[in-house]
Every structure is written in C-alpha cells, then in structure tokens.
C-alpha cells in the first residue's frame, strides 16, 4: 500500500511539472522578450520556478502567484521568472518580459484548471 501511495504522488509531481511547463510555454509565446529553446527547457524551467516559488514561499512568506497574492506575489512572479533564466540554458528573459510575463502567467493560470508546481 505504501508502495502505491508514493507512486501517486511521484506521478501526481510528474503531471504538475507538465502542466506547469505547458503554461510556462503558453505564456513565453504570448510575451515578448521571452523565450524558450524547447519542451526540455520548460520542463527545467517549470521545476526551477517550482523551487524558486518554494523558497519565496519560506524566506517571504508569499505564494509567487501574480493575482492570488496582490502586488506582492505579482513582483515575486515577475523576479522569479526573471531569476530562473541563471539556472536554465535556452530560458531567456529581460525585465520588462519579466514583468509582462507575471502578468500573462496570471492570466493563464487562471483560466486552466488545477495547481501547478
């Protein structure tokens, strides 16, 4: 039973990645300034976001969410999008694509379903 039980959750983080790398790509199509090189970037990227939102979480104390948590989890979004491009080749990103990207991550967020990484 255990065995079952942590295959579940390994699958249920495999999934979260995926969908938070589909959203990650949807929102570098629709933001200018940022781009990917591919599925694997974004499958790197989704996981550095996911450890980057972690520890906002912990040293900050705000989920990196660009409309759940106000203005500050829109800035916290935006540096954690724009910090991630030092930890993944072919992720690249300038501030101001940082910024827009916050905002269309927000919006596209909102209109899929289910949590992400």
């Known amino acids: 039973m255990s065995d079952s039980k942590n295959n579940s959750g390994i699958l249920d983080l495999i999934v979260k990645i995926i969908v938070s790398a589909v959203v990650l790509g949807i929102t570098a199509f629709f933001t200018p300034g940022f781009s990917t090189s591919g599925i694997g970037t974004l499958i790197l990227a989704a996981i550095v976001i996911g450890v980057l939102n972690w520890v906002a979480v912990k040293v900050v104390g705000v989920n990196a969410s660009p409309f ?7 800035i916290v979004t935006a540096l954690v999008l724009y910090l991630t491009r030092y930890f993944v ?25 289910g949590r992400r990484v």
């Not at 759940?68 to 829109?74: D, K, P, S, V």
């Open 89 to 113: 080749d072919g992720y690249n990103i300038t501030i101001l694509g940082a910024i827009i990207g916050a905002l269309v991550l927000g919006i596209v967020d909102a209109l899929l379903p």
């Open 68 to 74: 759940g948590a106000g203005a500050i989890g829109f």
